[in-house]
C-alpha cells in the first residue's frame, strides 16, 4: 500500500536497523528490509502479524511466506477460500489473496523473533496507517498477544478492558471486529497449544462477522 509502507533503510529502530545489516552480509541474496503488506486492498479481513521471521519473509520479501507459520496460514486460507492459486513458499508462486490482508504490527526483522516494547510503538505509525487505508475491513485476525495489543492501540482504546485470549472476539469502537488466536509458529503447533482445527475455528469464527458491524465495545471468549 504506497505511502503506508517504511523505506527499505528504515532507521527508526537501531537495533533492528544493525539486525538487517547483519543479516544482508551473511545472506546477500535474501530480502533483509522491511517485510510489505500482502493481499487484497479491498479486503474484508486482515490478519495481523508480528514481524518477519529470519527463514521465513525476510528471506523471501513476503509476509508468512517461506517457514511453518506460512504453510499453516496459507492452507488455511486456501481452505476457507480466501486465496487463489498454489502456495509455493516463493514470491512468485502466483498466490493471491482473496478478501484477506496480512500486515505485521513490526515490519523488520527482530533479533530471536522478539521485538521490544520501544521497537513496537516506533513500528506502530506504518501498522496504523495501513489499519487506516483498508476502509472494506470490517474483522481483523490478531495472530498473537503483541499483534493484539496493536490493533488495540491503533483503535485507540483501553488493553485492560479487551483481554487477549485464543478465539476470543472484541468489538472496537469503529464497528470492526478483532479475533484473537494464538500465532501459527511452530512451537505453537508443536506443543499442541495451537492445532489446525483450533486455527480453522478462528476462520470460522471471522467469518460469522463478516458482515455485522459491532455496536458496543464489548468481548467474547469462546468456550
Given at each position: 500500500m504506497p505511502g503506508t509502507e517504511p523505506p527499505r533503510d528504515c532507521a527508526r529502530c537501531p537495533r533492528l536497523a544493525a539486525f538487517r545489516h547483519q543479516c544482508r552480509a551473511e545472506y546477500p541474496d535474501w530480502w533483509n528490509a522491511p517485510v510489505y503488506a500482502f493481499g487484497n486492498p479491498e479486503?474484508?479481513?486482515?490478519?495481523?502479524?508480528?514481524?518477519?521471521?529470519?527463514?521465513?519473509?525476510?528471506?523471501?520479501?513476503?509476509p508468512f511466506t517461506g517457514d511453518y507459520a506460512g504453510d499453516l496460514l496459507f492452507a488455511t486460507l486456501a481452505q476457507f477460500g480466501l486465496s487463489r492459486g498454489a502456495y509455493d513458499a516463493r514470491v512468485d508462486d502466483g498466490l493471491t489473496l482473496d478478501g484477506a490482508i496480512i500486515v505485521n504490527s513490526v515490519k523488520c526483522l527482530p533479533p530471536q523473533n522478539k521485538p521490544t516494547p520501544k521497537e513496537i510503538a516506533s513500528c506502530r505509525p506504518y501498522?496504523?496507517?495501513?489499519?487506516?487505508?483498508?476502509?472494506?475491513?470490517?474483522?481483523?485476525?490478531?495472530?498473537?498477544?503483541?499483534?493484539?495489543?496493536?490493533?488495540?492501540?491503533?483503535?485507540?482504546?483501553?488493553?485492560?478492558?479487551?483481554?487477549?485470549?485464543?478465539?476470543?472476539?472484541?468489538?472496537?469502537?469503529?464497528?470492526?471486529?478483532?479475533?484473537?488466536?494464538?500465532?501459527?509458529?511452530?512451537?505453537?503447533?508443536?506443543?499442541?497449544?495451537?492445532?489446525?482445527?483450533?486455527?480453522?475455528?478462528?476462520?470460522?469464527?471471522?467469518?460469522?462477522?463478516?458482515?455485522?458491524?459491532?455496536?458496543?465495545?464489548?468481548?467474547?471468549?469462546?468456550?
Open positions: 479486503a474484508w479481513l486482515a490478519f495481523a502479524g508480528l514481524a518477519p521471521g529470519k527463514h521465513g519473509a525476510n528471506r523471501t520479501g513476503r501498522f496504523e496507517a495501513q489499519l487506516a487505508a483498508l476502509p472494506t475491513v470490517r474483522v481483523i485476525v490478531a495472530l498473537g498477544r503483541i499483534a493484539h495489543e496493536a490493533v488495540l492501540r491503533a483503535a485507540g482504546v483501553r488493553l485492560a478492558a479487551y483481554p487477549f485470549a485464543h478465539g476470543a472476539t472484541h468489538a472496537l469502537p469503529d464497528g470492526r471486529h478483532l479475533v484473537d488466536s494464538y500465532h501459527c509458529s511452530r512451537y505453537n503447533t508443536n506443543t499442541g497449544r495451537l492445532t489446525p482445527e483450533m486455527f480453522a475455528d478462528v476462520f470460522r469464527t471471522a467469518l460469522s462477522l463478516r458482515g455485522q458491524t459491532s455496536g458496543r465495545n464489548s468481548s467474547t471468549t469462546a468456550r
